[in-house]
Nanobody
Framework: VQLQASGGGLVQAGGSLRLSCAPS????????VGWFRQAPGKEREFVAA????????YYADSVKGRFTISRDNPKNTVYLQMNSLKPEDTAVYYC?????????????????WGQGTQVTVSS
């Protein structure tokens, strides 16, 4: 059971990227989905989460107002729109899906993970 994260790249500070997350060979329309990131030498940190219906979202304070998480269940895809990017946003970004009910910020509440996509923001 895997997730595929894509859309990362190199962008200048102030720029935008949109990450996508889709499951490989299964449907996650009934799963909450979260995005996490990990920079070199740092712990994995929560970025954003969305409920299975898309009706509820939650963001880390560091990205609130700049990032938007959304989902398109007919397309079986979750997105992370990242605007006003900063060099400190540089990290490998991972998406994850949870079988639990609710929104979760702890990585240990997620059951399925993607391989990660690199986001690099230059100053």
């Amino acid at each position: 059971v895997q997730l595929q994260a894509s859309g990362g790249g190199l962008v200048q500070a102030g720029g935008s990227l949109r990450l996508s997350c889709a499951p490989s060979g299964w449907t996650f329309s009934r799963h909450a989905v979260g995005w996490f990131r990990q920079a070199p030498g740092k712990e994995r940190e929560f970025v954003a989460a969305i409920s299975w219906s898309g009706g509820r979202t939650y963001y880390a304070d560091s990205v609130k107002g700049r990032f938007t998480i959304s989902r398109d269940n007919p397309k079986n895809t979750v997105y992370l729109q990242m605007n006003s990017l900063k060099p400190e946003d540089t990290a490998v970004y991972y998406c994850a899906a949870s079988r639990g009910v609710g929104l979760f910020t702890g990585w240990d509440r997620y059951d399925y993970w993607g391989q990660g996509t690199q986001v690099t923001v230059s100053s």
